[in-house]
């Protein structure tokens, strides 16, 4: 390519720019005022430098709030097999699952990322930007198993400002409907240099990466800026990914050639005038982006940021504080007046005297002297600013009741529904999360089942942790429902499950077999040693009813003598109390 000339990928990038600058107002305008407000810088753009700049930061009170009631516990990912659906490989008892396979290393890869701290992250970022974003990579310089396994790259995740994303179809916020995916980034020099070497691009596209000043549409004041030094400048980059369709032939039912048509993520990077790679077949079905908004808004792929709504609020209620303290600093100390025609100056030194001169006999002294008494401000004002705190927390759902601030709690089941109903405005967004997380854990399976190949793991099987090898290329023609827990919801449902489950086994309505395969494992530790323990207790127990040789043998030399030393009908007796002790072999039947 010419070294001047924009690549065509970097026509799209700016055609999404002038997308976001189109909506009213400007998304990074937006954003970048969020931000500032949420991090107490509530008089930017402002010129009143005569007047106090009071920061009543309720923006920040709201956020934080709603995003410690949607992360309340962790989050969980499940993966589970679809009813009656056949995933290829015949199971064999005591080895794990597919399924078991996927959830035992996404579990593990989300201690990796730190998930619940992301998640923090995230819906912060949503509160502030009404966005969110997961990029999902193939990191080849990683080695999971360290020296113990001679085995390269992992899955990493990172977090992208929405401010950085760009879909080919804006007007849909859906990942599958979009003809490209834009991730845009900030990086050294010396590194896309390097990465573009390794690439084996030529010389004329390594040195056309240089270090440029784009860093306008960064997200917060703090994006614009940059330290400024040689060899340590940056420069704008943009992967594009884009979704390809491919043909395969295969036999048919019948053995005739038939054409299957599927979809591959192809990935390209580049700079303003040249690329790092390009085209690369990433073998993957679904872009490598999970993308999640605050409140969805019709018709764009941008969210609603709560702090949105906030900021009309927000600036009212600061600058009525601070006409407040302004009319404080005027008028809080009163003006001294004087005769000046008795008194040439006024000292206003503690303990000084001031001579008077000129003043008639029996003169009353405070005609010569006084002092101006300031006018009352009016009591609306506190109350307006009162109300408007409290009006603004309340529609948020942030009530006393719900922050638990309450000092003498005697209607328990008042409270309860107070705290449930000012928990409804977060319907959405925890329903937003949910979908976002179930999305990660697609992306992942299909990750795991592109990149992975055969490796180790630990897996839970009978109770017990076992390393096994698993080939994840299995994963590429196998199906699994994806289910995410997330928030408190996922705690109160296991209590509501247990306290149901035991229910049932006191009712008898289950055997405790069915009540412990439902438990979930955390609570009854070694759960499948136990459950294999009691089903070769039950099978022992049916062989000696259906055996009476095997239930004698479980008598003593002494015993069996005795029992064919008996008549044939006191051995059925003893027959029948040998069956009913393998009924219940916690008690101990009297023997002859």
Not at 144 to 154: A, C, D, K, L, N
Not at 191 to 207: D, G
Request: with cysteine; net charge negative; glycine share 6%.
């Amino acid at each position: 390519m010419n070294g001047n000339e924009k690549t065509p990928d970097w026509k799209l990038f700016e055609s999404g720019k002038k997308y976001n600058n189109n909506l009213v107002p400007s998304y990074y305008d937006t954003v970048d005022a969020n931000l500032e407000f949420y991090a107490g810088n509530q008089w930017r753009n402002l010129d009143a430098d005569n007047m106090p700049k009071p920061v009543f930061n309720i923006i920040k009170r709201v956020v934080q709030f709603m995003v410690a009631q949607l992360i309340s516990s962790k989050t969980k990912l499940h993966f589970e097999p679809l009813l009656n659906a056949d995933n290829g490989d015949k199971q064999v008892e005591d080895e794990p699952t597919p399924a078991d396979i996927a959830n035992s290393m996404v579990s593990n890869l989300f201690e990796k990322f730190k998930m619940d701290f992301l998640i923090k992250d995230a819906l912060t970022d949503g509160a502030n930007t009404g966005d969110y974003c997961a990029h999902l990579y193939w990191d080849i310089h990683q080695k999971p198993y360290g020296s113990m396994y001679p085995i390269e790259g992992e899955i990493a995740l990172e977090l992208v400002d929405g401010t950085n994303v760009f879909l080919g179809n804006a007007n849909n916020p859906k990942m599958d409907a979009q003809p490209y995916v834009i991730i845009a980034g900030r990086d050294m020099v010396k590194n896309l240099q390097e990465e573009a070497k390794l690439r084996k691009q030529n010389e004329q596209e390594i040195n056309s990466i240089q270090a440029d000043k784009n860093y306008n549409e960064q997200a917060s004041d703090n994006g614009k800026l940059e330290v400024d030094a040689d060899e340590y400048g940056k420069a704008q980059y943009i992967i594009v990914y884009r979704k390809k369709k491919i043909k395969k032939q295969s036999q048919g039912q019948f053995g005739n050639p038939t054409v299957e048509e599927s979809y591959t993520i192809t990935a390209s990077k580049s700079v303003e005038n040249a690329y790092i790679y390009k085209d690369i077949d990433t073998g993957l079905q679904y872009y490598p982006v999970a993308w999640g908004n605050w409140e969805r808004q019709k018709n764009t792929y941008h969210g609603r940021a709560l702090a949105t709504g906030l900021l009309p609020n927000q600036i009212y209620i600061n600058r009525s504080f601070a006409m407040i303290m302004y009319h404080l600093m005027m008028t809080s100390f009163p003006k001294a007046v004087y005769n000046a025609d008795i008194i040439d100056i006024w000292d206003n030194e503690i303990g000084s005297a001031i001579g008077v001169s000129g003043l008639d006999p029996g003169a009353n002294i405070s005609n010569i002297a006084g002092y101006l008494n300031p006018s009352n401000m009016s009591n609306q004002i506190i109350q307006s600013i009162e109300l408007a705190m409290q009006y603004t927390k309340e529609t948020m759902g942030i009530s006393d009741v719900a922050m638990g601030a309450i000092e003498n709690p005697k209607n328990t089941s008042a409270i309860i529904a107070v705290q449930k109903s000012s928990a409804i405005p977060l319907e959405n967004p925890k329903a937003n999360l949910y979908e976002w997380i179930e999305d990660i854990g697609r992306i992942l399976f299909d990750m795991m089942g592109t990149y992975y190949g055969e490796r180790p793991l630990v897996v839970d099987i009978s109770g017990q942790k076992q390393l096994v090898t698993y080939d994840f290329k299995k994963f590429k023609s196998q199906w699994l429902n994806v289910r995410a827990d997330v928030g408190e919801s996922s705690y109160w449902s296991e209590i509501a499950s247990l306290q149901t489950l035991d229910s049932l086994l006191d009712r008898e309505k289950i055997d405790f077999i069915d009540y412990l395969e439902r438990v979930p494992d955390e609570y009854i530790p070694q759960k499948q040693e136990l459950i294999s323990k009691i089903k070769e207790q039950m099978a022992q127990q049916e062989q000696m009813a259906a055996d009476p040789q095997m239930a004698i043998a479980q008598l003593t030399p002494e015993e069996q003598q005795k029992f064919y030393a008996a008549p044939p009908e006191v051995q059925q007796q003893i027959l029948a109390q040998l069956q009913q002790q393998s009924q219940q072999p916690q008690q101990t039947p009297p023997m002859m």
